[in-house]
């Protein structure tokens, strides 16, 4: 008789119980029916077919979209005594025929494999010689057009699963709006399958959004006086700043390295080594990097930009704390980076061969049936095809909301859950809006004269040249374009540059000005704009706050330990023992070769810190602490408690 879902839960993983529908979505795997699983990332979508694909007959075919991904995973599975292996093109020829002998012969529960493998003639014979016990397609936004990262190859794995109408197919994704939903839903042909959908919520992670004011030192800040030691991802939108702000950091004492699409494919693997098998590593890239990172103790993500949608930002701030630890995603914007997203986002054009003959509805989801008249009337007037238009439009809806998200004035955790469908019925007390008080004003003449002075101007001009209109400056170009007669000249005295700056950075996140797309970035009045100009509807602004600049600091001898700051311990002495610990599984590893994590994750050392194991039966009582890995790693662990114990007495 085989073992229960809990039983490999317990001896393998070494958790006591399942967490939200995890037992469920197993339980309808096993019966064999199909499931599509929206989960977030850290919420423990892994186990949702791992378990069952040790459980149902024959071996589980997982596809997965990155070489780094599936490796980490099948090396941290047979760390716990899984028999796991992968096929995907860093394998040389013998090393995929022995994989293939394997799975001939029955000897794997779980075969990683590269959607581009899964393709080939030569997989499908394979297939048929075999017994899937599942099929399960991670990362399934891959398959849309809407999704944050398509993967064209992932439109073909419906045709994966022909032939095997008893084996089930799961589809996994941490994020997807109702317009990605639908595009998994459709291309994978899982109209009959059940569908989990669990909270979007990650309580554990801490928001906050700044204002840019001196980025790199704001950064070096919140680095330093946060999360000195621990390890981060910060995201930046060029490949020439994420080189510069890692050489910046590596100044200031902090380990970092660049990552971005430009590099030698052998540099980006050997960083994305060292951030994984490593403690401490802070990862500068563009968003090239991130996608099935699948090490749990990043302790914060930063965006040093603005990300261009709610979707990209939550899946991106996803990678910290996926061990459930607290974590914080922190984020820089300026109206530089509004301009330089919709500038680039409209001059985007639609993946080809990606759109189909819908229109999206308020919803986002693709209905079918013609376009919408306005849809019809713009793409005439740009000489677009309604489908690039239709796409033009549904990128800036999504850019709108990030910038309604950075520019709110509530509970950002609402705001975020809102985009996906969820509602939080109070707010969060874990995010700057929350813990902080944010100031408001009704800013309707405010808004009245800087609209006017963009329709007096020409509607062609940047914030730069407008708020020196404003505030009646003189100098060669408003002398050029014989702007001081305006009436709208000089009548901004009563803010100063930094305040009209903040002006035009919420019309435009409010939706009260476009960007021209030309060289100029000029501004022009939307159709929004007309009723504040006559009087008939209200502005409120947010009152940006005062930086107060302190210098950071460069050492943490101030705090009772290094890095790990989010972690909290109940007094100097357990920091202590946790840091002893995470020096034993820094060892390990090394000895190893393999990721720390893959060892024990950061939340299974605080739990030994607060259980103080003393035999080896109390390590039973450890989250994730498996039977092999306690026959492995428990001696060593149990002696280093110990031994710290001796010391402290």
């Not at 860093?90 to 779980?110: C, I, Q």
């Not at 050492?555 to 002893?580: T, Y």
């Amino acid at each position: 008789m085989s073992a229960s879902p809990l039983q490999v839960l317990r001896e393998t993983f070494g958790f006591s119980a399942f967490r939200g529908e995890q037992e469920t979505i197993i339980e309808h795997i096993l019966s064999g029916e199909d499931a599509l699983v929206l989960m977030p990332t850290g919420g423990g979508k892994s186990l949702c077919y791992q378990i069952p694909g040790m459980i149902r007959p024959g071996t589980g075919i997982v596809i997965s979209p990155l070489i780094a991904l599936m490796q980490d995973q099948v090396e941290g599975l047979r760390e716990s005594g899984v028999r796991a292996d992968f096929l995907n093109s860093s394998l040389a020829p013998f090393e995929a025929r022995a994989v293939e002998d394997r799975l001939l012969a029955g000897d794997l529960d779980l075969l990683y494999v590269a959607p581009e493998r899964a393709l080939t003639d030569g997989f499908r014979r394979l297939l048929g010689r075999i017994q899937p016990a599942l099929f399960a397609i991670d990362e399934a936004h891959c398959v849309s057009q809407w999704g944050h990262d398509f993967r064209p190859v992932y439109l073909q794995l419906a045709d994966l699963t022909e032939g095997f109408a008893n084996t089930p197919l799961i589809a996994l994704t941490a994020t997807a709006d109702n317009a990605t939903l639908q595009d998994i839903v459709e291309k994978l042909h899982l109209q009959k399958a059940r569908r989990f959908v669990a909270s979007f919520d990650r309580p554990n992670i801490h928001y906050r959004v700044e204002l840019k004011d001196a980025a790199f030192q704001q950064l070096l800040e919140f680095i330093q006086t946060k999360h000195k030691g621990d390890a981060g991802i910060v995201y930046c939108l060029s490949r020439r700043k994420t080189e510069d702000v890692a050489a910046r950091l590596v100044k200031a004492d902090i380990q970092a390295l660049p990552y971005h699409a430009g590099l030698d494919q052998e540099v980006r693997a050997e960083h994305q080594r060292r951030f994984v098998r490593e403690e401490g590593i802070v990862i500068v890239a563009t968003v090239a990097f991130g996608m099935g990172i699948d090490k749990p103790d990043v302790r914060f993500v930063a965006h040093l930009d603005l990300p261009k949608s709610i979707e990209a930002y939550y899946q991106e701030t996803g990678r910290a704390g996926r061990d459930g630890l607290p974590s914080n995603a922190y984020m820089l914007y300026s109206l530089a980076d509004v301009v330089a997203l919709r500038q680039m986002l409209e001059q985007s054009a639609p993946p080809p061969g990606a759109i189909n003959t819908t229109h999206t509805s308020n919803s986002g989801a693709g209905d079918p049936g013609l376009y919408d008249d306005d849809v019809l009337a713009a793409a005439e007037h740009q000489g677009l095809s309604p489908e690039a238009m239709n796409h033009q439009i549904v990128v800036r809806r999504r850019l709108d909301s990030m910038l309604g998200y950075a520019e709110s004035v509530r509970c950002r955790r609402q705001v975020l859950l809102e985009f996906f469908g969820e509602e939080l019925p109070e707010a969060c007390g874990n995010c700057d809006i929350c813990n902080g008080s944010v100031e408001t004003f009704d800013g309707t003449v405010l808004a009245q004269k800087a609209l006017s002075c963009v329709y007096r101007t020409g509607q062609r001009f940047g914030a730069g040249y407008l708020i020196d209109v404003l505030l009646g400056r003189e100098n060669e170009r408003i002398e050029k374009f014989g702007h001081k007669e305006l009436s709208t000249y000089g009548i901004g005295t009563e803010l100063n540059e930094r305040e009209w700056k903040s002006v035009f950075r919420q019309l435009v996140a409010a939706g009260l000005l476009d960007v021209e797309l030309d060289a100029r970035a000029g501004f022009r009045l939307s159709e929004r704009s007309r009723p504040v100009l006559k009087g008939e509807a209200t502005v409120m602004f947010r009152r940006d706050p005062e930086r107060k600049r302190s210098r950071a600091r460069k050492d943490s001898s101030s705090s009772s330990r290094s890095g790990n700051q989010a972690i909290e311990f109940p007094d100097e002495d357990s920091a202590v023992l946790f840091e002893k610990l995470r020096a034993l599984r820094l060892e390990l590893a090394r000895e190893r070769e393999i990721a720390p994590y893959m060892i024990f994750h950061d939340s299974t050392l605080r739990d030994m810190v607060y259980l103080k194991p003393a035999a080896f039966d109390d390590l039973a009582l450890v989250s994730g602490v498996g039977q092999k890995k306690r026959d492995l790693y428990g001696a060593q662990f149990l002696q280093a408690i110990q031994a710290h114990l001796r010391e402290s007495d």
